[in-house]
């Protein structure tokens, strides 16, 4: 059910104004998406672009009001629980315990203490002098996607003290980043998708580039495999076993610039900017086929997938909230 946008940008108001473990990974869950029923809209009013859940309450993103936080636990009743007094562009999220960390296009990395999420407060913040895009955190360091700035990779071991620990200037634009195994893969715009070996975090080394033919705009790696989101080419499927020697598996088209990727099993999720969210089977990764097309009339632009729910960040229209069925 549709929750009315009246009653959300009210309820956001009256708290901004009364206001003074890592996130949850759906790895290796095996649900099978044959259907997709929509459960509710969070309309902030705002812009939606990423979101990050954490039992009954989702951290949205908003690229012109901050970091808001909404209380799902009645999909049918969404409540807001934060929304910040002073609004900056958010981007990108990562929950660690008791801690956002936030990707801001207009002021660097910020983390917030979200211990108590009615009185979430900033903790500090690092500014590069470039937009943060993507965060994602591992081991007391933040690995940052500042688009043009490259990667900064931060000692976040102290949370009111981030420090520089090393940057990469990227071939192209780091537009969001996936770390796994040491191994940090970078969608790196209209370069392709940039590796980087990052064992040592003070001497990260370049391994190697995929060029896509197209802007890559997120990855998701799963199984030595890597799903790009390749603008207006759509799905790209890269085998990266062999990280030195990435090559192409299959593609599938994915009407109107893909944006955002997220890989569960057999099943891949496609954000597409003026498509909807596809739901791809790539069981024959040479072969990529779409089960599930799904037009979310809006911008759709990043997805993530939790238990039985899909959570689609779609831009003006708010945040979808799809059960599988």
Same mark, same amino acid.
């Given at each position: 059910m549709k929750i009315t946008i009246t009653t959300l940008i009210v309820a956001i108001m009256l708290i901004a104004t009364g206001c003074g473990g890592s996130y949850d990974d759906a790895r290796g869950q095996a649900n099978t998406t044959t259907r997709l029923e929509l459960v509710t809209i969070v309309n902030t009013a705002g812009n939606v672009a990423d979101m990050a859940v954490? /039992?009954?309450?989702? &951290?949205?993103?908003?690229? %012109?009001? /901050?970091?808001?936080?909404?209380?799902?636990?009645?999909? =049918?009743?969404?409540?807001?629980?934060?929304?910040?007094?002073?609004?900056? =562009?958010?981007?990108?999220?990562?929950?660690?315990?008791?801690?956002?960390? *936030?990707?801001?296009?207009?002021? /660097?990395?910020?983390?917030?203490?979200?211990? =108590?999420?009615?009185?979430?407060?900033?903790? %500090? %913040?690092?500014? &590069?002098?470039?937009?943060?895009?993507?965060? *994602? *955190?591992?081991?007391? &360091?933040?690995?940052?996607?500042?688009?043009?700035?490259?990667?900064?990779?931060?000692?976040? %071991?102290?949370i009111v003290n981030p420090t520089q620990v090393s940057a990469m200037d990227t071939p192209g634009n780091a537009k969001n980043i996936f770390l796994q195994d040491d191994v940090l893969y970078v969608a790196d715009g209209n370069s392709g998708l940039a590796i980087y070996s990052v064992s040592d975090v003070s001497n990260p080394l370049q391994l190697n580039t995929y060029t896509s033919g197209s802007e890559v705009r997120d990855v998701y790696v799963q199984d030595g495999i890597a799903y790009l989101a390749s603008d207006e080419a759509g799905l790209q499927v890269v085998d990266v076993n062999n990280v030195n020697s990435p090559s192409l598996l299959g593609a599938m088209p994915a009407e109107?610039?893909?944006?955002?990727?997220?890989?569960?099993?057999?099943?891949?999720?496609?954000?597409? &900017?003026?498509? /909807?969210?596809?739901?791809?089977? *790539?069981?024959?990764?040479?072969?990529?086929?779409?089960l599930i097309h799904e037009p979310t009339y809006g911008a759709a632009k990043k997805v993530f997938v939790k238990d039985d729910l899909v959570y689609v960040a779609n831009g003006n229209t708010g945040l979808m909230i799809y059960q599988i069925l």
């Open positions: 954490k /039992g009954n309450l989702i &951290y949205i993103c908003d690229k %012109s009001k /901050g970091l808001l936080i909404v209380d799902v636990a009645d999909p =049918d009743n969404p409540i807001p629980v934060f929304a910040p007094e002073e609004r900056f =562009d958010a981007l990108g999220i990562q929950l660690v315990g008791d801690y956002a960390f *936030v990707a801001s296009n207009t002021a /660097g990395l910020q983390i917030f203490d979200v211990s =108590d999420p009615a009185q979430t407060m900033l903790v %500090s %913040s690092f500014d &590069y002098n470039w937009d943060a895009h993507d965060v *994602v *955190v591992q081991d007391g &360091y933040a690995y940052v996607a500042f688009n043009i700035g490259g990667i900064v990779i931060l000692d976040v %071991s102290d109107g610039n893909a944006t955002g990727v997220f890989a569960r099993g057999d099943q891949v999720y496609i954000a597409s &900017y003026f498509g /909807g969210l596809f739901v791809a089977d *790539v069981e024959h990764p040479q072969n990529p086929g779409i």
